[in-house]
Nanobody, 128 residues
Framework: QVQLVESGGGLVQAGGSLRLSCAAS????????MGWFSQAPGKEHEFVAA????????NYADSVKGRFTISRDNAKDTVYLQMNSLKPEDTAVYYC?????????????????????WGQGTQVTVSS
Protein backbone atom coordinates (compact mmCIF):
# COMPACT_ATOMS: atom_id res chain seq x y z
CA GLN A 1 0.00 0.00 0.00
CA VAL A 2 1.12 3.58 -0.65
CA GLN A 3 -0.02 6.93 0.70
CA LEU A 4 0.05 9.97 -1.58
CA VAL A 5 0.14 13.65 -0.63
CA GLU A 6 -0.06 16.39 -3.25
CA SER A 7 1.21 19.93 -2.87
CA GLY A 8 2.03 22.96 -4.98
CA GLY A 9 -1.40 24.08 -6.10
CA GLY A 10 -2.54 27.68 -5.94
CA LEU A 11 -3.86 30.70 -7.80
CA VAL A 12 -1.99 31.82 -10.91
CA GLN A 13 -2.70 34.10 -13.84
CA ALA A 14 -3.20 32.74 -17.33
CA GLY A 15 0.16 32.10 -18.95
CA GLY A 16 1.80 31.40 -15.62
CA SER A 17 3.36 28.23 -14.24
CA LEU A 18 2.97 25.91 -11.28
CA ARG A 19 4.83 22.80 -10.19
CA LEU A 20 2.81 20.14 -8.42
CA SER A 21 4.48 17.53 -6.25
CA CYS A 22 3.16 14.21 -4.99
CA ALA A 23 5.08 12.60 -2.15
CA ALA A 24 4.60 8.88 -1.61
CA SER A 25 5.10 6.81 1.50
CA UNK A 26 4.71 3.12 2.15
CA UNK A 27 5.79 0.36 -0.20
CA UNK A 28 8.55 0.81 -2.80
CA UNK A 29 7.68 3.84 -4.89
CA UNK A 30 9.51 2.51 -7.91
CA UNK A 31 7.01 -0.37 -8.08
CA UNK A 32 4.25 2.01 -9.17
CA UNK A 33 3.28 3.75 -12.35
CA MET A 34 2.07 7.22 -11.45
CA GLY A 35 -0.58 9.44 -12.94
CA TRP A 36 -2.03 12.92 -12.60
CA PHE A 37 -5.73 13.57 -13.04
CA SER A 38 -7.83 16.72 -12.87
CA GLN A 39 -11.38 17.13 -11.69
CA ALA A 40 -13.39 20.28 -12.33
CA PRO A 41 -16.65 20.88 -10.43
CA GLY A 42 -19.39 18.56 -11.61
CA LYS A 43 -17.07 16.53 -13.82
CA GLU A 44 -15.38 13.15 -13.67
CA HIS A 45 -11.66 12.61 -13.17
CA GLU A 46 -9.85 13.55 -16.37
CA PHE A 47 -6.50 12.13 -17.39
CA VAL A 48 -3.62 14.62 -17.49
CA ALA A 49 -0.36 12.65 -17.58
CA ALA A 50 1.24 9.37 -16.53
CA UNK A 51 4.76 8.07 -16.10
CA UNK A 52 6.10 4.53 -16.04
CA UNK A 53 7.79 2.85 -13.08
CA UNK A 54 11.27 3.74 -14.29
CA UNK A 55 10.34 7.18 -15.58
CA UNK A 56 11.37 6.19 -19.09
CA UNK A 57 7.96 6.48 -20.67
CA UNK A 58 5.32 9.21 -20.37
CA ASN A 59 1.79 9.69 -21.63
CA TYR A 60 -0.08 13.00 -21.92
CA ALA A 61 -3.59 14.16 -22.63
CA ASP A 62 -3.76 16.06 -25.92
CA SER A 63 -4.93 19.16 -24.08
CA VAL A 64 -1.67 19.47 -22.12
CA LYS A 65 0.93 18.23 -24.59
CA GLY A 66 3.70 20.78 -24.97
CA ARG A 67 2.61 22.63 -21.81
CA PHE A 68 2.85 20.09 -18.97
CA THR A 69 5.70 17.75 -18.07
CA ILE A 70 5.49 14.78 -15.73
CA SER A 71 8.63 13.50 -14.03
CA ARG A 72 9.57 11.39 -11.04
CA ASP A 73 12.45 11.02 -8.63
CA ASN A 74 12.45 7.47 -7.32
CA ALA A 75 15.16 8.34 -4.79
CA LYS A 76 12.84 10.94 -3.25
CA ASP A 77 9.60 8.94 -3.69
CA THR A 78 8.07 11.91 -5.49
CA VAL A 79 6.32 12.56 -8.79
CA TYR A 80 6.03 16.05 -10.26
CA LEU A 81 3.83 17.87 -12.72
CA GLN A 82 5.36 21.00 -14.23
CA MET A 83 2.52 23.11 -15.60
CA ASN A 84 3.42 25.92 -17.99
CA SER A 85 1.34 28.28 -20.14
CA LEU A 86 -1.63 27.69 -17.87
CA LYS A 87 -5.11 28.45 -19.15
CA PRO A 88 -8.33 29.20 -17.24
CA GLU A 89 -9.70 25.85 -18.45
CA ASP A 90 -6.91 24.11 -16.51
CA THR A 91 -8.67 25.15 -13.29
CA ALA A 92 -9.46 22.01 -11.30
CA VAL A 93 -8.45 19.90 -8.35
CA TYR A 94 -5.40 17.85 -9.36
CA TYR A 95 -4.90 14.36 -7.98
CA CYS A 96 -1.96 12.02 -8.21
CA UNK A 97 -2.59 8.30 -8.38
CA UNK A 98 -0.56 5.11 -8.24
CA UNK A 99 -0.88 1.59 -9.59
CA UNK A 100 1.54 -1.27 -8.80
CA UNK A 101 2.97 -2.97 -11.89
CA UNK A 102 5.27 -5.90 -12.49
CA UNK A 103 9.02 -5.36 -12.76
CA UNK A 104 10.07 -4.11 -16.19
CA UNK A 105 6.64 -2.77 -17.13
CA UNK A 106 6.60 0.55 -19.00
CA UNK A 107 2.81 0.79 -18.97
CA UNK A 108 1.47 4.32 -18.58
CA UNK A 109 -2.28 3.94 -17.95
CA UNK A 110 -4.70 6.78 -18.63
CA UNK A 111 -7.95 5.35 -17.23
CA UNK A 112 -8.74 6.45 -13.66
CA UNK A 113 -10.17 3.01 -12.85
CA UNK A 114 -6.76 1.44 -13.44
CA UNK A 115 -5.26 3.22 -10.44
CA UNK A 116 -5.49 1.76 -6.93
CA UNK A 117 -4.30 4.64 -4.77
CA TRP A 118 -5.17 8.32 -4.79
CA GLY A 119 -4.07 11.45 -2.98
CA GLN A 120 -6.39 14.04 -1.48
CA GLY A 121 -5.90 16.55 -4.29
CA THR A 122 -4.56 20.08 -4.63
CA GLN A 123 -6.52 23.01 -6.06
CA VAL A 124 -5.22 24.82 -9.14
CA THR A 125 -7.00 28.03 -10.12
CA VAL A 126 -6.03 29.94 -13.26
CA SER A 127 -7.43 33.45 -13.59
CA SER A 128 -7.95 35.14 -16.94
Amino acid sequence: QVQLVESGGGLVQAGGSLRLSCAASGRAFSSYAMGWFSQAPGKEHEFVAAISRSGGRMNYADSVKGRFTISRDNAKDTVYLQMNSLKPEDTAVYYCAAVPLFMGSDYVPSRPGTYNYWGQGTQVTVSS
